[in-house]
Each structure stands twice: as structure tokens, then as C-alpha cells.
């Protein structure tokens, strides 16, 4: 077990105060967020740990610009999200914010070089995708189509794609969530290789309270509120992590 770095002194990358969402299904309210009062640090890597239904992905998908809260504030680096206009938001989410999802949505005509560089063809100062696939340890992998693929595989490319362009924050909603043990551990690897190396916020929302054991702060999440949050003294390698 390696030991966890302490990013309390670390810049804070998001701050949210108060964060309620509402979804209105006809006649029926949804509340996803109930509240929700959260500091995120540069380097840091943290685990949203929660039941489905608990809130982790309406926050995610709010701290990525990709929804916006019924009430609330965040802010990215000082900047307001909330409120921010779709430009600015899609401007936000290019340059700031790289995604990871349970589904790689990969294009299947495209080698998996061909997918990162479609990234870091929009992208300011970008990874090389030759870089960012070494990163994931897909080096000899990068001429192959997803078809060629593992699942396992498909995901470290769809990471490749995601850190390409030099984020400052990893979002990934579920990402070993399609994947047995053994590939998982293989895509939590290279998360936390991105983590180390990059130094990009990363933050990653599971069920699986076995993963939080890599983290550097756990947050748990539970009826759309902050139910406790603790800080591991060491993280444990994904090596060590079976489910």
C-alpha cells in the first residue's frame, strides 16, 4: 500500500455549495441532490461511493457541465458553472474536463489511434495519441479496431481519448462497470497511472466499495446527500482490489 497524498493545501479545482436537483416526471419530483456542499483538489483521487439512485452521476454530470443544478453553486477554479451559457459550458467541457463512461462509445471504424486523435484534433496543447495510448499501456494495440478489442481494452482507449487532451479533471461514471475483476483491475491501472503521472482531479463514482480502497478520499453518497467522506492512510494498488 502506497501512501496517500495529502492535496488539503492543494488548489480546490471544484467547490459546490447547496447543489439541488430536481427532475419533474409529469406530476412526480425527483430529487437527485438534496444539498450538497463539496471541495475537490487538484491531484487528488477520489471515489463517489454510493447505491444506484443516490445521486453520484446527477453530481458528476453537474461538476462536468454536462446538466445544471435546480438550485446552488459551482464554481470550477474560481469560474461559475452555474449559469454559464452552452458555449461556455462546451467550452468548458472541451478544454477542462475528460470523460470516462461504462460504455466506450468508441467509433468502430476508427483504429484506436484514429480515436484519440479525433480528440486531440480539437484540442490546444495536446498528448500525441501514440502518448496517451503508451499511457495505458495500449502501445501495441493502437492499430487495432474496437472490434479487435477486449472490453478491457476498449476502455483504455476510451481513457487515451479522455486524457489526450491534457485535462485538469477525470470524470468517470462507472467505469469498470461492463468489466470482470480481472479487466477492471487492468482499467484502474491506468487510471491511476493518469492520476500519478498527469496530476489531473480525478474522480470516479462506483457501487463497488472495494474500489474506494485506491483512493485518496471517499465520499459516500446516499439518498442525494453527503452521508460522510474519510480519507484512506494509504492507497492500495488496483492489483490488490478484488470483487
Known amino acids: 500500500m502506497q501512501a496517500t497524498a495529502d492535496h488539503r493545501s492543494a488548489e480546490v479545482v471544484f467547490r459546490a455549495t447547496g447543489l439541488t436537483k430536481i427532475y419533474r416526471m409529469g406530476d412526480v419530483e425527483v430529487h437527485a441532490l ?23 452521476s446527477t453530481l458528476l454530470n453537474i461538476l462536468g457541465g454536462l446538466d445544471a443544478p435546480t438550485a ?43 480515436n484519440v486523435a479525433l480528440v486531440t484534433e480539437i484540442a490546444t496543447e495536446p498528448m500525441a495519441p501514440e502518448a496517451a495510448l503508451a499511457l495505458v499501456d495500449l502501445t501495441d494495440r493502437m492499430d487495432h479496431f474496437p472490434a479487435q478489442l477486449s472490453g478491457g481494452e476498449q476502455q483504455r482507449v476510451a481513457i487515451a481519448r479522455a486524457i489526450a487532451k491534457r485535462p485538469d479533471v477525470l470524470l468517470c461514471d462507472e467505469p469498470t462497470g461492463a468489466l470482470d475483476s480481472a479487466t477492471g483491475v487492468r482499467v484502474l491501472e491506468a487510471l491511476e497511472r493518469t492520476n500519478l503521472e498527469t496530476g489531473a482531479l480525478t474522480v470516479v463514482i462506483t457501487h463497488n466499495a472495494v474500489i474506494a480502497r485506491m483512493a485518496d478520499r471517499v465520499i459516500h453518497l446516499s439518498d442525494g446527500r453527503i452521508a460522510g467522506e474519510e480519507r484512506n492512510a494509504g492507497r492500495a494498488p488496483p492489483s490488490e482490489l478484488h470483487w
Open 34 to 56: 438534496r444539498g450538497v456542499d463539496l471541495e475537490l483538489r487538484a491531484g487528488e483521487f477520489v471515489v463517489l461511493l454510493g447505491a444506484s439512485g443516490s445521486g453520484k
Open 72 to 114: 446552488g453553486r459551482v464554481e470550477c477554479r474560481g469560474h461559475p458553472l452555474t449559469g454559464a451559457g452552452d458555449e461556455e459550458l462546451t467550452r468548458f467541457r472541451r478544454e477542462h474536463v475528460g470523460f470516462v463512461f461504462q460504455f466506450y462509445n468508441l467509433i468502430p471504424s476508427l483504429t484506436a489511434r484514429e
